[in-house]
């Protein structure tokens, strides 16, 4: 099993790549709104300052800036590829799912580095 090494320093400023499992698919940019929209409303539950977004047809590249006090940017992922995934399913695409019932939107993890 790959250990994955986090560098969690509260209010930092880090460069994040997410990707969606298919590498084919332009989701991203079909269904931009919605992605704002995840981002406006996870960004209303846990603060964070999105430096620089570029959303490109199957991933994503972005630079946030958390507040003081806090490193957790592994539950803003988490809640944004959730909410994007759930308003996805509300416009009646049909997502797979895998063995376990999970949504084979996302790729599992995503690609931090710290500034």
């Given at each position: 099993?790959?250990l994955?090494?986090r560098n969690?320093i ?17 989701i991203?940019?079909r269904?931009?709104e ?5 981002f406006r409303?996870?960004k209303k539950?846990?603060s964070?300052?999105i430096d620089a977004?570029?959303i ?6 972005t630079?946030w800036t958390?507040?003081k006090?806090?490193?957790d ?7 944004i590829?959730?909410?994007f995934t759930?308003?996805l399913?509300k416009t ?19 690609h931090?580095?710290?500034?």
């Open positions: 099993m790959v994955y090494r969690r509260e209010g930092g400023t880090y460069f994040f790549t997410v990707t969606l499992r298919n590498r084919q698919s332009d991203l940019v269904h931009v919605l992605l704002r929209e995840a409303s996870v539950q846990h964070f300052t977004i570029v490109l047809p199957d991933h994503l590249h630079i958390l507040p006090g806090d490193a940017y592994s539950a803003r992922w988490k809640a590829k959730a909410q759930f308003q399913k009646g695409l049909t997502l797979t799912r895998d063995k376990r019932g999970e949504h084979q939107l996302w790729q599992k993890r995503f931090d580095y710290k500034d």
